[in-house]
């Protein structure tokens, strides 16, 4: 936990430094310029990025502040709320990203052996893959 713990905090304080963007500043702006339209309805974003939909809601507020992000009804149900991602949310992505990339390299994939780095990808798959199965147990739980 302790690896763990210092990677993230090395990797957010390199953006934070670098970029004035938090780790999860970064994540949402990266799920958002890979979606279609670039934007993604806050339920699914908070899903994506592995987040409550109330915290979310407070990053995304002060991502708006900052004018990276912006808040639209979704035309096809007026109730849903889909969050996009502004040109100056790209232009800061795009500013971010290679210094994140070099940070990542340098704290990360730099220290491990190619034969380490494809044990850490299959373990990863496999925590990811059981992440997955006991959401998908929850929702039929829900649904009964």
């Known amino acids: 936990m302790d690896g763990s713990q210092r990677l993230m905090a090395d990797l957010n304080r390199q953006l934070q430094q670098d970029s004035q963007l938090s780790f999860a500043d970064y994540r949402i702006l990266v799920k958002l310029s890979e979606a279609p339209g670039r934007s993604l309805r806050m339920s699914d974003l908070a899903d994506g990025v592995l987040s409550s939909r109330s915290r979310l809601t407070h990053q995304i507020r002060r991502m708006e502040s900052q004018r ?48 380490q780095l494809a044990a850490v990808a299959a373990a990863l798959d496999l925590v990811n893959l059981a992440a997955d199965h006991r959401a998908v147990t929850r929702a039929d739980a829900e649904l009964d």
Do not use: I, S, Y
């Not at 149900?77 to 994140?100: F, I, K, S, Y």
């Open 68 to 115: 990276m992000v912006r808040r639209v009804a979704a035309e096809d149900d007026g109730r849903g709320v889909l969050a996009q991602l502004t040109d100056e949310g790209l232009r800061r992505l795009r500013a971010a990203a290679p210094g994140h990339v070099a940070a990542v390299r340098r704290f990360f994939v730099d220290l491990l052996t190619p034969q």
